[in-house]
C-alpha cells in the first residue's frame, strides 16, 4: 500500500487560502488520491477524490502532478469552521478496500 | 439517505462485561468497516467486511469480534477488553472493490470507556 507523509500541522488566517501537500511517492497505477476531513470526535468526512490533473467540488480542488507522487488539497477562503484534521489517502479500491489513514494535517484557522 | 448509524454514541463497559456495538446504513453500499481510533491518532483500521464476508482482520485480539447479519448491518462484540482498548470506534461503508471510489462514509462513532 502507497504510504502518504503530509505536514503535521499547519496555521491560517480567516479568509485565507491553504494548501495541504500530501506525499505519495509508490502511489500505484490503479491508485486514486483521496482527502478526508475530521473534526472531534466525529467520523471522517469525504472532501475530494482525484486520478490525476485537477479536481473541483463546491469545497475545495486537488491538483496532482503528471508524475501523481504528490497532490495539494487547496481550501479556498477558510473559516473558523474549517479547523480539523485533513487526511490524504491512496488507494483502489480493490481487495475489499483496505483504507489505511496516514497522521493527517492539524489545521488551525486564527481570526 | 446518506448516513451510517452508529449506536450506542457512549458506552462504559467493565473488563469483565459483554458488549456489542451496532452499525446501520441503508445506501446500499456492499463493504463496511471497523476502525480504532485514539485520542489524537488517525483511525486504525481493525476489520472489512466485503459482501457480508471477513475480507480484511488487521490482527485485531479476539476479545473483538465483528459480525455481518446482513448488507446493512454490522456488529462489533466486545468481551474481557482491557482500559487500553477505550477509544473513538468508527464503522464506515462504501462500494467494494470498484477500482475508482475509495469515498467511504463514517458513522460519528461510539465512544468507549472500559473501566
Known amino acids: 500500500l502507497a504510504k502518504t507523509t503530509q505536514p503535521i500541522s499547519m496555521d491560517s488566517y480567516e479568509g485565507q487560502e491553504v494548501n495541504i501537500t500530501c506525499s505519495h511517492n509508490n502511489i500505484a497505477t490503479n491508485d486514486y488520491i483521496t482527502w478526508y476531513q475530521q473534526f472531534p470526535s466525529q467520523g471522517p468526512r469525504f472532501i475530494i477524490q482525484g486520478y490525476k490533473t485537477k479536481v473541483t467540488n463546491e469545497v475545495a480542488s486537488l491538483f496532482i502532478p503528471a508524475d501523481r507522487k504528490s497532490s495539494t488539497l487547496s481550501l479556498p477562503r477558510v473559516s473558523l469552521s474549517d479547523t480539523a484534521v485533513y487526511y490524504c489517502l491512496v488507494g483502489d479500491g480493490t481487495g475489499g478496500f483496505k483504507t489505511i489513514f496516514g497522521a493527517g494535517t492539524r489545521l488551525f484557522v486564527k481570526a | 439517505d446518506t448516513e451510517v448509524t452508529q449506536t450506542p454514541k457512549h458506552l462504559v463497559m467493565g473488563m469483565t462485561n459483554k458488549k456489542s456495538l451496532k452499525c446501520e446504513q441503508h445506501?446500499?453500499?456492499?463493504?463496511m468497516y471497523w476502525y480504532k481510533q485514539k485520542a489524537k491518532k488517525p483511525p486504525e483500521l481493525m476489520f472489512v467486511y466485503s459482501y457480508e464476508k471477513l475480507s480484511i482482520n488487521e490482527s485485531v485480539p479476539s476479545r473483538f469480534s465483528p459480525e455481518c447479519p446482513n448488507s446493512s448491518l454490522l456488529n462489533l462484540h466486545l468481551h474481557a477488553l482491557q482500559p487500553e482498548d477505550s477509544a473513538l470506534y468508527l464503522c464506515a461503508s462504501s462500494q467494494p472493490a470498484s477500482g475508482r471510489s475509495t469515498e467511504a462514509f463514517f458513522g460519528q462513532g461510539t465512544r468507549l470507556t472500559v473501566v
Open positions: 445506501m446500499g453500499h456492499r463493504a
